[in-house]
């Protein structure tokens, strides 16, 4: 049976996960979802939950992991070795998990996972974190590990097969293995996409899908806001196959993602591909001698920018970051396009940046700017774009810019009921600016009638 547009093909619950250590506090460990009122696992201290049923539900594994925590409380290991640890729990208790989907094509179970171990062995970093998650292993389980060569096994097939679990804004909140979702490939122009409700991973289509079975859909793995040549280095690193969609051949994206600002008309973009930047698009005009090297300067200058901007993102100081921001995206303005991908992140950043300082104007000067482009890059229906465009919605707001803020609205609302579904509670939030905004327009025209 065909799949259509916003149809759940599957959900499933993860076979293990683990909150990341920044969310052990404001999350609950078995349902993930944030709460005020987590309370402590009483015997370890390590792990918290939102209620006694979620305790209930986490203990099958929980019992034994709890014993080993003891051991090394208040230190707590760090989130691999824990997602290991309950993958060695489940191997003693020899639970290999369950397929998620009744129909035969999903039909696997840990047992059958890929490994890639040849290439896990030859690879120094992975190596590495191997030994010292064994280490740890050692010190936590001691002698009821099971053999090295089936830890290794383990440990390749949760390296290559693990799910990063966000919460509706897409943030991660953990790390999870998921059983019959796990035999997705990847594509840069996926045909479905999965986002989750607390633990519970939701693949929805983006497209129709005709037969949708596993050979069928695609989602993408990793970010596509990248350049084909570094999507296919995270790829590689991470997961150990080279992707060969029709996004990744044809560079076209690509192009764009390069392209600078035309310096003879100032309205068109130069594209560039692999022999060089391409005539201009409106003037037809190429680059002269002495805006090359102008460029390649500025494109230096560019990407060590962004370097110390990501690193000064780390120590949170957002309105320092914001006005180096505005300072960068000030000299950089008229040699990119804002296609460029070095411009797109300075605007990413300066975005989270002026949202953190409540600076809204500036706020919306970013996602004007990068509305277009996100549409161009991401598949039409996907999460970041419904996202962006709800970021826009509450700016707006609080500009009191209700008609536009309405129209950025309803746009998000149509996406996000795809992507995350209607149920979700980032679908109501959406409705609920709806409602709000327009609740707005109404004392507005109210106030001028009168
Ligand atoms: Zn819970
Ligand atoms: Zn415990
Ligand atoms: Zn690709
Ligand atoms: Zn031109």
Redo the contacts with the bound molecule.
């Keep these: 049976m065909a799949t259509h547009l916003g149809d759940v093909i599957m959900s499933a619950k993860p076979y293990v996960h683990t909150l990341s250590q920044s969310n052990r506090t404001v999350n609950c460990s078995s349902c993930v979802k944030s709460c005020d009122a987590l309370k402590k696992?009483s015997?370890?201290?390590?792990?918290k939950y939102c209620s006694v049923s979620c305790q209930r539900e986490d203990w099958t594994v929980?019992k034994e992991?709890?014993s080993y925590?003891?051991r090394v409380s208040p230190n707590i290991p760090v989130d691999s070795v824990m997602l290991m640890l309950r993958l060695i729990i489940k191997h003693k208790q020899r639970d290999f998990g369950k397929p998620d989907s009744s129909n035969d094509t999903w039909n696997r179970n840990f047992a059958d996972f890929k490994t890639h171990k040849k290439e896990i062995q030859q690879d120094p970093e992975r190596m590495s974190q191997f030994s010292q998650i064994m280490f740890t292993l050692q010190k936590l389980v001691g002698n009821s590990l099971p053999p090295a060569t089936e830890i290794f096994d383990i440990f390749c097939k949760m390296a290559v097969n693990s799910f990063t679990i966000c919460d509706g804004e897409l943030n991660p909140v953990g790390v999870g293995i998921f059983i019959s979702p796990s035999l997705i490939d990847h594509s840069c122009e996926p045909n479905a996409v999965v986002t989750f409700t607390g633990k519970t991973l939701y693949l929805r289509a983006l497209e129709e899908i005709k037969d949708p079975n596993p050979e069928n859909i695609r989602i993408s793995y990793i970010d596509q806001l990248a350049l084909t040549s570094d999507r296919q280095d995270q790829l590689y690193k991470q997961y150990y196959f080279t992707c060969v969609c029709t996004r990744c051949s044809d560079g076209e994206k690509d192009k764009k993602m390069r392209s600078v600002k035309c310096q003879n008309c100032c309205l068109g973009n130069l594209e560039k591909d692999e022999d060089g930047f391409l005539p201009c698009k409106e003037c037809g005009c190429s680059l002269n001698s002495t805006d090359l090297p102008r460029i390649n300067k500025y494109e230096n200058y560019i990407c060590r920018s962004l370097e110390s901007l990501k690193l000064e993102k780390k120590f949170q100081d957002a309105a320092k970051l914001l006005q180096s921001c505005i300072d960068c995206q000030q000299k950089q303005k008229d040699y990119f396009s804002s296609y460029n991908i070095h411009c797109l992140q300075i605007l990413d950043l300066g975005l989270d940046a002026s949202i953190d300082c409540e600076n809204w104007s500036q706020a919306l000067s970013y996602t004007s700017l990068l509305i277009a482009p996100y549409r161009l890059y991401y598949p039409h229906q996907s999460p970041q774009i419904g996202l962006l465009l709800m970021k826009q919605g509450k700016i707006q707001l609080f500009l009191k810019l209700s008609k536009e803020a309405l129209t950025s609205l309803q746009q998000s609302g149509e996406i996000i009921q795809i992507t995350h579904g209607r149920d979700h509670p980032l679908y109501r939030d959406s409705q609920d600016l709806l409602e709000q905004c327009m609740e707005e327009m109404r004392m507005t025209l109210e106030f001028s009638n009168s």
């Design positions: 696992c015997k370890c201290g390590v792990l929980h992991e709890c925590l003891q």
